[in-house]
């Protein structure tokens, strides 16, 4: 336990690269004096392999459709209260034009999971965006084939984001009805074969979920050697069937912040955000506290305001009501008063770099 050791210990422990299980648990177990040497670890393993600048990623939510029915889900297919809505390709583009002068560097594509969206008209959106703006683009919709990717992936597609929410297979399955871990999975690893920057997480405190679960959320991460992992704490949607349910962790909620810094400890160059989750338990500040304890993105809400309320996938999100124009100005206050830059260039994954050369290092051992 780190409570046990002395100040060199626990150097040695946090220095060690190839954490296992109990260095998580143990971790997250952290409290006092030892939490604030957690955070201050995560903190500066975040300086040396990400630096000072976050990069800021606006999000376009451009359809709640969707065909699934993931049972923590506010805008999951049984829920009839939702004002269902779907941008037109016109205005996916102009939202995401007008981000570039918000110096906001990479566009987000989401939406609910829904075989509706055509995957060629989808492709057109990404070609477009890329022949006429200077963003990147990152897309999240969901479970897709491997030709989708692909087909998306040639249009100019940068990276895809796809949680995988728990690494429990029997949690996943009492929470997902339309698919498994294993489909899941599958994706992200069809991903990752196409060479798309890859970003995945997990949520945290769901119901039945327990510490060593978030410990193998943890090592889940870190296995897949993910490009970007987002993470957040669930929060019940009374519309849904957890909506009587509490979070895990529930009177316990530095458990957020735990898991985010162990998640930096164990990951230390894949792109973390904050995400807005961590505004919506903590107001105000969740997001500031996330990019001291190991987060190095942000992403700001730039679905057009009309259509923000009808993407309540929890209650209580932030940023509802602002327009896209005050969430940039509010960003980038937050940014200058923890004393940080904001990226200037794409912020794509810097693993690239490492996995060339350990590729390089392979052909020549062979
Ligand atoms: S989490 Fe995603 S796939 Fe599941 S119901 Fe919500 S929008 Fe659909």
Redesign the pocket.
């Known amino acids: 336990m780190l409570m046990k050791k002395n100040n060199s210990q626990k150097h040695h422990v946090f220095a060690n690269r190839d954490h296992g299980k109990g260095s998580a648990l143990s971790f997250l177990d952290s409290e006092g004096a030892d939490l604030k040497r957690l955070y201050k670890e995560a903190d500066r393993i975040r300086h040396i392999h990400m630096g000072e600048e976050i990069y800021i990623r606006g999000i376009i939510e451009f359809s709640?459709i969707?065909?699934?029915?993931?049972l923590?889900?506010?805008?999951?297919?049984s829920n009839h209260a939702v004002n269902r809505y779907s941008m037109t390709a016109e205005e996916i583009f102009s939202t995401a034009k007008a981000m570039v002068f918000r110096q906001q560097t990479t566009v987000v594509l989401q939406?609910?999971?829904?075989p509706g969206i055509d995957d060629t008209e989808m492709g057109e959106i990404i070609r477009r965006i890329k022949k006429e703006t200077p963003l990147a683009v990152t897309v999240s919709v969901?479970?897709r084939p491997y030709d989708t990717y692909r087909h998306w992936k040639d249009c100019g597609m940068d990276r895809y984001l796809l949680r995988f929410?728990t690494s429990d297979p029997e949690l996943f399955g009492r929470l997902?009805p339309?698919?498994t871990l294993e489909e899941r999975l599958e994706c992200l690893y069809a991903l990752k074969e196409l060479g798309v920057q890859t970003g995945s997480g997990f949520m945290i405190g769901l119901p039945g979920e327990t510490v060593d679960t978030l410990a193998e959320n943890i090592l889940l991460c870190q296995k897949l050697d993910l490009d970007m992992i987002g993470i957040g704490p669930f929060i019940p949607h009374p519309e849904t069937p957890l909506g009587g349910e509490k979070n895990a962790y529930e009177g316990n909620e530095e458990m957020f912040f735990k898991a985010l810094a162990v998640l930096r400890i164990f990951n230390p160059d894949a792109h973390i955000p904050a995400t807005t989750a961590y505004d919506a338990v903590f107001p105000g500040v969740g997001r500031n506290l996330a990019l001291q304890r190991g987060a190095n993105i942000f992403m700001p809400n730039d679905t057009p305001v009309g259509h923000r309320k009808d993407y309540l996938?929890y209650p209580g999100k932030p940023c509802v009501d602002e327009s896209a124009d005050q969430c940039a100005s509010c960003v980038l206050m937050r940014i200058e008063s923890l004393g940080r830059t904001i990226g200037k260039g794409h912020g794509h994954s810097i693993k690239n770099h490492r996995r060339n050369s350990e590729h390089g290092r392979h052909k020549h051992a062979g």
């Open positions: 709640n969707c065909a699934n029915d993931c923590y889900c506010g805008i999951r297919a939406s609910g999971e829904t969901g479970n929410e997902h339309d698919c996938l």
